[in-house]
């Protein structure tokens, strides 16, 4: 009998320490920007026509590796989520500004 919990201890340990390994990928780590704009009830319809206009110059302008989710809450909140390769893409001048470049041309 003790050699069967020994046995199972043995196994059980064995297969949790493959998932810690496994775990530790650096190829699959995700890092985000999150932006988010609290809009006051009674401007929601005017936001979001701002949205579109930019969503409408970013597709005019074709601007490269530019992705991003949008999600909105039930208390006007929108948050927009784009990926980055690292820390250092913060300090980078934001794709607003190439935009403004490009539409100011």
């Known amino acids: 009998m003790r050699t069967l919990k020994i046995t199972l201890l043995m196994v059980c ?11 530790q990928d650096q ?9 988010e704009d609290q809009v006051k ?6 936001y979001e026509a701002i949205v579109k206009e930019l969503v409408a110059l970013v597709q005019k302008h074709k601007l490269p590796d530019l992705h991003w989710i949008t ?9 927009f989520v784009s990926p980055i390769k690292n820390m250092a893409d913060l300090d980078k001048p934001s794709w607003i ?3 403004a470049e490009k539409e100011g041309q």
């Open 97 to 99: 500004r190439e935009l």
């Open 13 to 23: 340990m064995l297969m949790l320490s493959t998932n810690f390994t496994q775990a």
């Open 71 to 79: 999600l909105v809450s039930s208390d006007s909140r929108y948050s």
């Open 27 to 35: 190829a699959e780590r995700k890092i985000y920007r999150v932006h």
């Open 41 to 46: 009830l009674s401007m929601v319809s005017e």
